[in-house]
């Protein structure tokens, strides 16, 4: 009993202190309208930085997820996550937002999209490749 209690605080502990000292970025993504089916699809985020010290975001992850018949799970197709680098970005400390143009998800859109409604999905990382933070957005493929 006293084995299991010590192990539960144990993790308790260790789960606090790495939420301490990890990056807490929220990201709000905006997806274009549409997009055709062959194109590059570019988003843009909106960072902003909760955290007590400036952040440099250099590397994200990006990715498209959608289905192409009938909406059924089983059909999802799925396209990444591809590893991207971007011109370093630092986010200040305390709230502060600061919007990232033309992220780059896909260099053409699937044409398994076609009709319907994808989900765009960016998750920035750190050098060991930890998500600092990341979001979602949808766009329609006409």
Do not use: H
């Not at 498209?64 to 059909?75: D, F, I, K, Q």
């Not at 398994?112 to 990341?134: E, T």
Request: with cysteine; net charge positive; aromatic share 8%.
């Amino acid at each position: 009993m006293i084995k299991r209690v010590l192990i539960l605080l144990m993790g308790i502990t260790a789960f606090w202190v790495s939420g301490t000292f990890a990056e807490d970025l929220d990201v709000e993504l905006s997806c274009p309208t549409s997009v055709y089916a062959g194109s590059v699809l570019r988003v843009t985020a909106y960072v902003s930085n909760d955290g007590d010290s400036a952040v440099t975001l250099n590397r994200y992850a990006a990715g498209m997820v959608g289905t192409n018949t009938n909406n059924v799970l089983s059909s999802s197709r799925v396209f990444g996550p591809y590893a991207r680098t971007m011109n370093p970005r630092t986010i200040p400390a305390t709230g502060q937002t600061v919007k990232i143009s033309s992220l780059s998800i896909v260099n053409s859109v699937s044409a398994d999209f076609k009709g319907k409604m994808a989900m765009v999905v960016v998750d920035f990382v750190n050098a060991r490749g930890n998500s600092l933070g990341g979001g979602t957005c949808l766009v329609n493929v006409p």
